[in-house]
């Protein structure tokens, strides 16, 4: 079984000065905790500084020239896309402010179990989150059922892509979303179409829940 991970990063002075520093954390930690044959899609969404984080194992690097045009929704089609073109199995779309440990495992493992994957988004428990639906301190038992997913965290699998992604290379609508919030928008789509969205509560990520993209969606149009 093969995993691919994606995440949109950006290094600068005027949105995210730590930007280098958040996606080195989060990848060492992905390659410190994931057990399954994994690959890291990095996604460098315009950055003002050049990375060496292509240096680093397991990372597929790509970066885009103006992120004006899609935004970050555009960002994650990319990784996504990625994804699914190296045929790996399970498809997990993070944040570069999202640190993973061992209980990802446990998430990998279940969704590569379960009956009703097709049909099927997955999102984790976490820290970094405003309301109670996906809050907490550290990992519990369970699963629940919510109409909608946080976005900083989520997966599914390749079946699923193809089976709801709006067009052949995308997941995220980036014509009729805003190209800067459309994850919870898709996951509202999908399930208008049959889907459901599962919180794993057994799986606890640590979200340092930086906000730099915040500014450049009041700066940028």
């Known amino acids: 079984m093969k995993i691919g991970i994606t995440a949109p990063m950006h290094w600068s002075d005027q949105y995210r000065a730590r930007g280098n520093e958040f996606i080195k954390k989060m990848v060492d930690s992905i390659n410190g905790s994931v057990k399954y044959d994994h690959v890291i899609y990095v996604i460098d969404n315009a ?3 050049k990375s060496d984080i292509h240096t680093y194992p397991n990372v597929n690097y790509t970066y ?35 640190e993973f440990n061992h209980t990802i495992n446990k998430f990998i493992g279940y969704i590569s179990r379960d009956s009703e994957s097709l049909d099927s988004m997955y999102g984790p428990v976490t820290n970094g989150v405003l309301t109670n639906d996906q809050k907490s301190n550290g990992p519990g038992m369970g699963i629940k059922y919510l109409p909608v997913l946080n976005g900083f965290t989520f997966a599914f699998t390749r079946q699923h892509y193809e089976k709801y992604r709006p067009t052949k290379d995308t997941y995220l609508n980036e014509q009729v979303i805003n190209k800067w919030h459309g994850q919870e928008n898709q996951f509202i789509t999908n399930v208008n179409k049959g889907a459901k969205c599962k919180v794993l509560n057994f799986c606890w990520l640590m979200h340092d829940k930086q906000r730099g993209w915040k500014k450049c969606l009041n700066e940028i149009k």
């Open 47 to 49: 950055s003002q500084y």
């Open 64 to 98: 885009i020239e103006d992120q004006s045009i899609g935004g970050i929704t555009h960002a994650y089609n990319v990784g996504i896309y990625k994804a699914f073109k190296d045929e790996c199995d399970i498809i997990i779309v993070t944040s570069d402010d999202v």
